[in-house]
């Protein structure tokens, strides 16, 4: 771990998880990479340059991606991999994590989340505000689970995947990569294909 982190993106999302990491004191100090110019600072953090400059930083700062859209994080972090990049794992210190409970590099796990023993969060996940994932969940890598979003008991959720906010998952459910669930979405089977769902239960609509 070195001690200065950069935060690459200063939007809400990259707000929310500056101040995760300001909760969690591990860093003397905190900045952001990001791409609009007219933005000079960010919760009180210096923007210090843009989002392609982060190789002048990497042998002196932790490096985690704050962007949201799935795709844009795994092609940002994957770069950051190769490149060398140390990727902190972010938890809010009142997210509640059960015992045997694995989280990755590149994750953020935010406030209020309880997540049950067994679960496996691979890296590069959103684990949004008060969202709760019971045992033996596997949520793979670069998925974002939304605010208020409830996983009952040995779900699988696949790649890029992103339950929307409030979304409920029944147990035993096996989710494929690269779906998107709207907001109240209910899923109560094996979702197969990629697509969007909406509805209660959960239908294809795209
Ligand atoms: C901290 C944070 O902010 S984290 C971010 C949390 N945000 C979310 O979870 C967003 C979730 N997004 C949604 O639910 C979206 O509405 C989506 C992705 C399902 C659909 O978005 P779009 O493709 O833009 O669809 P659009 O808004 O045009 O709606 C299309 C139709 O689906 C319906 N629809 C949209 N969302 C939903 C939903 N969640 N449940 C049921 N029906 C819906 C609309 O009413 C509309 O129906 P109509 O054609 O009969 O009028």
Redesign the pocket.
Known sequence: MKNKLLIIGASGHGKVVADIALKMNKWQSIAFLDDDENVKSSMGLEIVGKSNETIKYINDYDIFVAIGNNETRKKVQERLEEEGAKIPTLIHPNAVLGEKVEVASGTVVMAGVVINCCTKIEKGCII?TGSTLDHDNIIEEFVHI??GAHLAGTVRVGKKSWL??GSVISNNVDIASSC?F????VVIRDINDSG?Y??IPAEK?D
């Open positions: 949004n939304s605010p929307g906010i998107m709207g907001a109240g979405a969007t909406t509805g609509v």
